[in-house]
C-alpha cells in the first residue's frame, strides 16, 4: 500500500467525518498528509467535540503515512496563506489537495423555506461551505500546479445526477453541496490546462462520528441502528470515500475523470477497493432504487 508514496496531500477540513477517513487512507496508501480544521488539544471550535486533527495526524501515521496537523481556519486569509507558505517551503510541492471543509452540521433547519430558516445561519453555512473552499483554491492551487499531475477534490453531499432532481433539506443546504459539485466542474476547466485534475466526490450515508451518535451506537455495534432506521443498512465508514480518493490519486489516467461528479460507491465498482468490512456500499443507487421507491430495506446486490 505504497502507491502515493512521496506524494505530499492537504486535506482541508480533517478534523472528523469524511476528512479523517481521507487523510487516513491518503496516508495508508504511503502519503504525507497535512491536516487541518480548528480543534487542537489545547483548543476547540463552537462543536466542542473531542476530535482533534492532531488525533488524524497521528491515525495517518500509525497506516504507514506521515500526518502533520496545522490548526487553521479556512475562512481567515492569511492563516490559509500561511499554511501553503509552509507546505511549499517544507515539501516544495503539493500533488493532492482534498477540500472537505465543512462545518455547517448545527446550522441548516431541515425543510425550512428560506423565509422560515434562521437567516445568519444560513449566510454562515454558505460561507464555510463555499468561501472556505474557494480560500483553500486560490492559495493552494499555484502550488499544485508546480508539476503536472496534481489533483483537486471538492468533497460534497449528492452527485450532480441526483442533486439535479432532489430538494437537498433546505436551500442553504442544497445551493453549499451543488456549489462544490460546480466548483470542480470550474476548477476543472483552469487546471486541466496545467495537465491538474479536479473532480466532486461524495461518499454515501456516512458513519461519522456525529451520526454514530446520532443514533447513539458506535462503529462496532452500528448496525443496531438499523432497528430505528432499517435503511443505515446502507452505510458506510469515512474511510470508504478515503479509499475512493486514495485509488483516483494512484491513478495515471485519472484525468478521464476531469470535472465530473463522483461517488464513493461509484469509483469502488471502477477500482475494486472496499470498505473495511470487505463491502461495496452503492448508497446512492439504493436511495432511489430501494429507500424512495418505497421497498423494504435489503442491501442485496446494493453493497
Keep these: 500500500m505504497s502507491s502515493l508514496a512521496g506524494k505530499i496531500a492537504l486535506v482541508a477540513g480533517a478534523t472528523r467525518g469524511g476528512g479523517r477517513g481521507?487523510?487516513?487512507?491518503l496516508g495508508a496508501a504511503g502519503a504525507t498528509v497535512y491536516v487541518t480544521g480548528r480543534t487542537t488539544r489545547s483548543q476547540q471550535s463552537e462543536?466542542?467535540?473531542?476530535?482533534?486533527?492532531?488525533?488524524?495526524?497521528?491515525?495517518?501515521?500509525s497506516l504507514g503515512g506521515k500526518g502533520i496537523a496545522v490548526r487553521t481556519d479556512h475562512l481567515v486569509l492569511a492563516e490559509v496563506e500561511a499554511l501553503v507558505a509552509r507546505i511549499a517551503r517544507e515539501q516544495g510541492r503539493l500533488d493532492i489537495l482534498v477540500n472537505d471543509v465543512w462545518g455547517g452540521e448545527n446550522l441548516f433547519e431541515w425543510n425550512k423555506a428560506v423565509w422560515e430558516h434562521n437567516l445568519e445561519n444560513g449566510l454562515k453555512l454558505l460561507r464555510l461551505a463555499i468561501d472556505t473552499h474557494l480560500i483553500t483554491a486560490h492559495h493552494a492551487l499555484p502550488l499544485l500546479i508546480r508539476q503536472p499531475?496534481?489533483?483537486?477534490?471538492?468533497?460534497?453531499?449528492g452527485t450532480a445526477?441526483?442533486?439535479?432532481?432532489?430538494?437537498?433539506?433546505?436551500?442553504?443546504?442544497?445551493?453549499?453541496?451543488n456549489a462544490a459539485i460546480r466548483m470542480a466542474w470550474?476548477?476543472?476547466k483552469d487546471l486541466e490546462k496545467h495537465g491538474a485534475t479536479a473532480v466532486a466526490i461524495t461518499p454515501g450515508w456516512m458513519r461519522s462520528e456525529m451520526m454514530l451518535g446520532h443514533f447513539n451506537v458506535t462503529e462496532e455495534n452500528?448496525?443496531?441502528a438499523t432497528k430505528a432506521q432499517p435503511?443505515?443498512?446502507?452505510?458506510?465508514?469515512?474511510?470508504?470515500?478515503?479509499?475512493?480518493?486514495?485509488?483516483?490519486?494512484?491513478?495515471?489516467?485519472?484525468?478521464?475523470?476531469?470535472?465530473?461528479?463522483?461517488?464513493?460507491?461509484?469509483?469502488?465498482?471502477?477500482?475494486?477497493?472496499?470498505?473495511?468490512?470487505?463491502?461495496?456500499p452503492d448508497c446512492w443507487r439504493y436511495l432511489v432504487e430501494?429507500?424512495?421507491?418505497?421497498?423494504?430495506?435489503d442491501t442485496t446486490g446494493y453493497r
Design 222 to 224: 452500528w448496525r443496531d
Design 22 to 25: 481521507i487523510a487516513a487512507e
Design 161 to 177: 445526477e441526483y442533486n439535479a432532481s432532489h430538494y437537498r433539506l433546505s436551500v442553504f443546504y442544497d445551493l453549499a453541496k
Design 149 to 157: 499531475g496534481g489533483l483537486m477534490i471538492e468533497v460534497t453531499d
Design 47 to 61: 462543536y466542542r467535540r473531542p476530535e482533534t486533527i492532531e488525533d488524524t495526524a497521528e491515525l495517518v501515521t
Design 290 to 297: 430501494v429507500q424512495e421507491a418505497g421497498k423494504p430495506a
Design 231 to 280: 435503511h443505515f443498512a446502507i452505510s458506510e465508514t469515512p474511510r470508504f470515500t478515503g479509499r475512493a480518493i486514495a485509488a483516483l490519486a494512484a491513478d495515471p489516467e485519472r484525468a478521464r475523470w476531469n470535472g465530473q461528479s463522483l461517488s464513493s460507491g461509484q469509483l469502488a465498482q471502477v477500482y475494486g477497493f472496499t470498505d473495511l468490512d470487505g463491502s461495496r
Design 186 to 188: 470550474d476548477h476543472a
